[in-house]
Nanobody, 122 residues
C-alpha cells in the first residue's frame, strides 16, 4: 500500500513557475513508476509526466514538454514536478500517482494522491 500526498499548488501569473511535491509512504517507493496527471474543470484527467523508479527515464505530454520537469528523490520518498513558463491552460488539479509498470494510462496507476490545485492567471 502506498499513500501519496501532494503539495505546492497555488495561484501564479502566466509565465511564472511552481514546484509540486508528492510525498509517499512506504519503504518500496523506489520500485514504483511515478506519474503526474491533471484534470481541468469539465475535462478528463490527463497524463502530464512520468518517471522510472531509478529516475533515469522520463516522459512528458506534448503540451508540457520543454516546460515541465519531473524528478524524484528516493531517499526522501518524494517526486517533484517543476513547472516553468506556466500558461492559463495549465490550470487544473494536479495528481501524483504510482504504478508498478512503465505506462501512462490512468488505469495502470494503482495509487493516487488527493490532488493540489494550480491556477494560472493571464
Amino acid at each position: 500500500q502506498v499513500q501519496l500526498v501532494e503539495s505546492g499548488g497555488g495561484l501564479v501569473q502566466a509565465g511564472g513557475s511552481l514546484r509540486l511535491s508528492c510525498a509517499a509512504s512506504g519503504r518500496t517507493f523506489s520500485t514504483y513508476i511515478m506519474g503526474w496527471f491533471r484534470q481541468a474543470p469539465g475535462k478528463e484527467r490527463a497524463f502530464v509526466a512520468r518517471i522510472s523508479g531509478s529516475g533515469v527515464s522520463t516522459s512528458y505530454a506534448d503540451s508540457v514538454a520543454g516546460r515541465f520537469t519531473i524528478s524524484r528523490d528516493n531517499d526522501k520518498n518524494t517526486v517533484y514536478l517543476q513547472m516553468n513558463s506556466l500558461k492559463p491552460e495549465d490550470t487544473a488539479a494536479y495528481f501524483c500517482a504510482a504504478a508498478s509498470s512503465w505506462a501512462q494510462s490512468l488505469r495502470r496507476f494503482d495509487y493516487w494522491g488527493q490532488g493540489t490545485q494550480v491556477t494560472v492567471s493571464s
